[in-house]
């Protein structure tokens, strides 16, 4: 039966930004996924990227990876209290995790942190339009973004794509060293030695991974990688242009949480379309998943 206990709604949104998230799961028979890093045989979008932002280099990843992973295990307490996590045998949690381990072998080119990270993919029992990752690659997904929009493994993976890229690419850490250095934490003892002024904020800052938002310079960002990830693991990039074309028609008016600060609209289908031509032929000769899922039942049928 491909259900997941409900849980009720928090306030929250796709990407690491507002809201509060729950976890649970290893993504792969409980352990972490075994990364071969691949090289990019060829360009796709690497030559459209800039460089990370230096206000990312005042935070360091290992600590900021650490207070992801502690929310995670706050977060993963109260949603098992909840009843509200679908099971390794749910079909679309089976389904979540096949799609993560084509994708996570492309990060290493990305980000090299990703060969270390203990990736998780979780299914949460929401019906909010909603997705996320976090620092340190866990993974998850709202059940109502998968029934309510009637996902194929194709726009799954266009949105994991771009969750994944927020993690990879470090905006939280990028968010979080600007957020230090306009508070005037940065003292040179604790930038050395993680110890001091920025040892306690970030010890502090943990809970407000969850509130991060990001501009949308990084969602453009996210978006080009996460398209991709997505074909190099097999996956159709051209499934931007029907997700999007759902999550305007979902809207109705006022953006969902997925949305919230993203570009909007013709606009943001026209701009994955102008992107296409770079990444088609990466999907053109990946190999093609062998397992196929279909959404889960959408709610009333």
Not at 182 to 211: C, K, N, P, Y
């Amino acid at each position: 039966m491909d259900t997941v206990p409900h849980l009720p709604a928090p306030a929250g949104c796709c990407c690491p930004q507002h809201g509060r998230r729950f976890f649970t799961g290893l993504l792969a028979a409980g352990g972490a996924v075994a990364l071969a890093g691949p090289v990019l045989a060829q360009d796709g979008v690497s030559g459209e990227v800039g460089r990370q932002s230096r206000a990312a280099k005042l935070v360091p990843a290992e600590q900021l990876e650490a207070a992801a992973e502690q929310q995670y295990q706050q977060m993963l307490r109260q949603a098992a209290a909840q009843r509200a996590l679908a099971g390794a045998d749910h079909p679309q949690v089976q389904r979540l995790r096949y799609i993560a381990e084509r994708i996570i072998p492309f990060s290493v080119p990305w980000n090299a942190r990703a060969r270390q990270w203990k990736w998780e993919v979780n299914l949460l029992g929401s019906e909010q339009l909603n997705a996320f990752c976090m620092p340190g690659g866990k993974i998850a997904f709202y059940h109502g973004i998968l029934s309510k929009l009637q996902l194929t493994d194709d726009e799954v993976a266009t949105i994991m794509g771009h969750e994944v890229a927020h993690a990879l690419r470090e905006h939280a850490r990028e968010r979080v060293g600007k957020t230090v250095v306009t508070r005037g934490l940065i003292e040179l003892g604790s930038a050395l030695f993680g110890i001091g002024g920025l040892g306690r904020s970030l010890a502090d800052m943990g809970g407000q991974l969850l509130t991060l938002k990001f501009g949308r310079e990084d969602e453009s960002e996210a978006d080009i990688v996460g398209m991709d990830l997505a074909a190099r693991a097999g996956y159709d990039p051209a499934a931007g242009v029907t997700l999007w074309q759902k999550m305007l028609q979902a809207s109705r008016g006022a953006p969902p949480e997925f949305m919230s600060s993203h570009p909007a609209g013709e606009t943001r289908i026209r701009d994955i379309q102008a992107k296409l031509p770079k990444v088609q032929p990466l999907y053109g000769s990946a190999p093609k998943p062998q397992r196929t899922w279909g959404p889960p039942a959408a709610q009333g049928r």
